[in-house]
Nanobody, 127 residues
Framework: QGRLVESGGGLVQPGGSLRLSCAAS????????IGWFRQAPGKEREGVSC????????NYGDSVKGRFTISRDIAKNTVYLQMDSLKPEDTAVYYC????????????????????WGQGTQVTVSS
């Protein structure tokens, strides 16, 4: 059974950028809808962004629209989350997850539709 591995987290100043990667071993990510989620201490899990395997559409949480961009690199079997104009409230552990259903669009709220989850990568935005 393959697994998902997130990377690219770290400490960045407000206004800075980071690019997170979600890579898979033993299976091709382009067959899956991929979601990025985050969870900060004491807060509920929040959907950040997703990209559909069916129609290629993307979806973003209201708090990150216009600042974050999700993309796929099929050759590298990796999904990226480019995060720009970072704010302290973006501080959280970021997780990627897969959904193997072939349906248009993707969800940021129905977490149960995502089957496999990575271990997460910490993002800290602080001066």
């Amino acid at each position: 059974q393959g697994r998902l591995v997130e990377s690219g987290g770290g400490l960045v100043q407000p206004g800075g950028s980071l690019r997170l990667s979600c890579a898979a071993s033993a299976f091709a990510l382009n067959y899956y809808t991929i979601g990025w989620f985050r969870q900060a201490p004491g807060k509920e899990r929040e959907g950040v962004s997703c990209i559909s395997n069916s129609d290629g559409s993307t979806n973003y949480g209201d708090s990150v629209k216009g600042r974050f961009t999700i993309s796929r690199d099929i050759a590298k079997n990796t999904v990226y989350l480019q995060m720009d104009s970072l704010k302290p409230e973006d501080t959280a552990v970021y997780y990627c997850a897969t959904d193997d259903r072939q349906t248009p669009g993707c969800t940021l709220t129905r977490y149960y539709e995502y089957d496999s989850w990575g271990q997460g990568t910490q993002v800290t935005v602080s001066s």
